[in-house]
């Protein structure tokens, strides 16, 4: 078994692991979505722990990447709506 990812949370739209930072309002995700584009194996799980105190675990960086464009696609049609 992998160790996690290691990844920092700053303020509510700043993550960075491994080098890569993005900002967005779903910022965990999008840093799924930068790590699975820069090649990192899907499989590879992610962890947020600010002072060494776990609060955030991601199971599969692929699976969030996976999530995110169903949950985009269910906000669309739920926003086209009449």
Request: aromatic fraction near 8%; charge should be negative; hydrophobic fraction near 50%.
């Amino acid at each position: 078994m992998h160790k996690p990812i290691p990844a920092e949370l700053a303020g509510s739209d700043v993550a960075s692991a491994l080098g890569i930072t993005v900002i967005a309002t779903s910022f965990v995700i999008a840093l799924c979505r930068a790590l699975v584009e820069y090649g990192y194996d899907p499989a590879l799980s992610l962890a947020a722990c600010p002072d060494g105190m776990p609060c955030l675990h991601v199971r599969s960086i692929g699976e969030a990447v996976n999530w995110f464009g169903r949950a985009a696609l269910y906000e669309l049609q739920i926003g086209s709506q009449p």
